[in-house]
């Protein structure tokens, strides 16, 4: 099943503790991104990569890193936490050249 | 840069009823519009987009929308509305900097149906 996956689902964690966030498609996407959802915010992009060792900042990268040395995988990091990234996280992707992105399930994540 | 105005963070009908949840984008080029809807505890998933080909898209479960340019909005409508649409809806337009395409997303509406 073509599909975009994350783990964890849940995470509950304390202010500078690092943490990873793993993203995997299996549809051979070239383009991957990170969104974080907030009430009333929407969704925002946080990193992108638009293929095996490109990555770039989005619209709100501080705090995060991203790494991308696959191109199945496309890990979040949090070096140090803080209570200002409790959100919920979504990981994307899509083919080059194509406009539609396949979300994964999701990440929520609370910070202590 | 694009952005999307999304009318109403809640929206509530009855069952039965027409749904009309309200979108409107800016966009110096013409551009690419989607809804996503997200169900409880679950990611997004597109629920129809418009790229510069018919006018009136339709989606699946039933819903459709009408990209207007004169008036810059690409409204979702749903004729009678079911229990199973009870979710958050989002409407986005496709942005492209420097060559990377990315989604910008409006706020959401969360739509509840009553019985």
């Known amino acids: 099943e073509a599909q975009v996956t994350q783990n964890p689902r849940y995470l509950i964690t304390v202010t500078g503790k690092k943490l990873t966030v793993t993203c995997s498609q299996n549809?051979?996407?070239?383009?991957m991104s990170w969104y974080r959802q907030d009430p009333g915010l929407g969704l925002r992009q946080i990193y992108y990569?638009?293929?095996?060792?490109?990555?770039d900042k989005g619209d709100v990268p501080e705090g995060y890193k991203v790494s991308r040395k696959e191109k199945r995988n496309f890990p979040l990091i949090l070096e140090s936490p803080s209570p200002n990234q409790t959100s919920l996280y979504f990981c994307?992707?899509?083919?080059?050249?194509?406009?539609?992105?396949?979300f994964g399930p999701g990440t929520r994540l609370l910070v202590l | 840069a694009q952005s999307v105005t999304q009318l109403g963070s809640h929206v509530s009908v009855s069952e039965g009823a027409l749904v009309l949840l309200r979108c409107n984008y800016s966009s110096s080029v013409p551009p690419y519009l989607f809804w996503y809807v997200q169900y409880p505890n679950q990611g997004l998933q597109l629920l129809l987009k418009?790229?510069?080909?018919?006018?009136l898209v339709k989606g699946i479960n039933g819903f459709e929308a009408e990209f207007k340019k004169s008036e810059t909005s690409f409204h979702l409508t749903k004729p009678s509305a079911h229990m199973s649409d009870a979710a958050e809806y989002f409407c986005?337009?496709?942005?492209?900097?420097?060559?990377?395409?990315?989604?910008?997303f409006g706020q959401g509406t969360r739509l509840t149906i009553n019985p």
């Open positions: 418009y790229t510069s080909a018919a006018t």
């Open positions: 986005a337009v496709s942005d492209t900097i420097q060559g990377a395409q990315k989604l910008v």
């Open positions: 990569s638009m293929n095996v060792e490109v990555t």
């Open positions: 994307a992707s899509r083919p080059q050249g194509q406009e539609t992105q396949y």
């Open positions: 549809m051979n996407h070239e383009y």
